[in-house]
């Protein structure tokens, strides 16, 4: 599609947020172009005045920069400011978008970041939006964008051509397309035979699959959800982090077009797998999920459940069920359908930054002879 608004027509400012008051102002803007944008869900206003109430209760300020066009708000987006040490020698300061830099507050870890940008243009809104950033922001050393798809990744990399660029991570993600008449099709044939009989022993236990769409059991879900997970992941969890418990709570509270998702195997007794999502759109989001562990190999709970929501997904006429990034076993043998993910720093160009960079490589070439 062709842009539609002249990028010299587009005019960029930015103001501080301070407080849940002038937050929850936001609001109507922020969903008004959410709704004609070609944005995933973790740029939704749930997600995001989620993110950001917690930011601001953890004492962070942040920074709305807002791109108009003709007195129409046609781009937003978020930033905190913070600053970091890296080998002792190297003092940055740094400009995130839509997170913290904080590892704890980003256990919640947005996907398919980027500004909110109008669907009419969105090529010359970003190039607008992202040149006043690093002109505004003449102090800041790092402006950090993650995780976003490849296409964003690529299209902001062009736009900061003069800066260095610091990889922190790129990863694949998964994206199974789903057929209409629920007859979906997974890649591999070893999963689709455990799936099969996983499904008949769990029939035969008397287990039961719910899903809803209701605020109340997606915060029962939570409540069920913690602790297997814990188990499962140890210290890795980000349930392990009050924040991280804090956002997940938080996404009830901020209400949009976007649907929370909660399901469960269950029979009378116990509960034995939980998954939690969020619908937007045509697209099922798996957020995450947890399960115990079966004494018999035959069951996978897991695979099973994943197996019962893809098709619940069906019946509501999705076309979409989206794993995310991370690139595991069970993710691959659902699809090959895959999308690449990167978090980067772009680095303004100056004597520390290229002093570490030159650094970095130097430590590279000599560990690859080893």
């Known amino acids: 599609m062709s842009e539609t608004i002249p990028s010299s027509e587009i005019i960029v400012k930015s103001h501080k947020v301070n407080s849940t008051t002038q937050l929850l102002l936001l609001k109507n803007k922020w969903t008004t172009l959410f709704n004609r944008a070609d944005s995933k869900f973790f740029l939704s206003w749930r997600w995001i005045a989620s993110f950001a109430h917690n930011a601001l209760d953890s004492g962070y300020t942040l920074y709305l920069t807002e791109a108009a066009h003709c007195d129409e708000t046609v781009g937003l987006g978020l930033f905190v400011k913070t600053q970091e040490t890296r080998n002792i020698l190297f003092r940055y300061t740094q400009l995130y978008l839509h997170k913290t830099g904080d590892d704890a507050l980003d256990k919640s870890w947005i996907e398919y970041n980027d500004f909110v940008l109008d669907a009419r243009a969105p090529k010359a809104i970003r190039a607008a939006m992202w040149s006043f950033v690093i002109s505004h922001f003449s102090d800041v050393d790092e402006f950090v964008l993650g995780v976003s798809e490849k296409g964003v990744c690529d ?65 029962s879900a939570i409540t069920k959800l913690q602790p297997m997970h814990e188990n499962t992941w140890q210290e890795e969890s980000g349930f392990c982090t009050g924040t991280f418990v804090k956002h997940m709570e938080l996404l009830t509270q901020y209400n949009d077009s976007t649907a929370l998702i909660s399901a469960e195997l269950s029979d009378a007794n116990n509960v034995v797998a939980v998954l939690i999502g969020f619908v937007h759109k045509d697209t099922f989001y798996y957020y995450l999920s947890a399960n115990e562990t079966s004494t018999n190999n035959k069951i996978k709970y897991g695979l099973s459940l994943h197996h019962f929501v893809i098709h619940w997904c069906s019946q509501q006429g999705l076309k979409y069920y989206d794993f995310l990034a991370g690139d595991y076993r069970y993710k691959r043998s659902f699809t090959d359908n895959t999308l690449q993910f990167s978090y980067l720093f772009f680095q303004r160009p100056s004597l520390k930054t290229k002093l570490e960079h030159w650094l970095r490589g130097t430590k590279k070439r000599l560990f690859s002879r080893e």
């Open 155 to 219: 299209e902001t990399s062009a736009i900061l051509k003069r800066f260095l660029v610091r990889d922190y991570l790129h990863s694949n993600g998964y994206k199974l397309p789903i057929s209409a008449d629920g007859d979906t099709k997974y890649k591999s044939a070893q999963a689709r035979s455990q799936i099969r009989r996983s499904n008949k022993l769990i029939e035969q236990m008397g287990l039961t699959f719910t899903v809803s769409r209701d605020i109340k059991d997606y915060s």
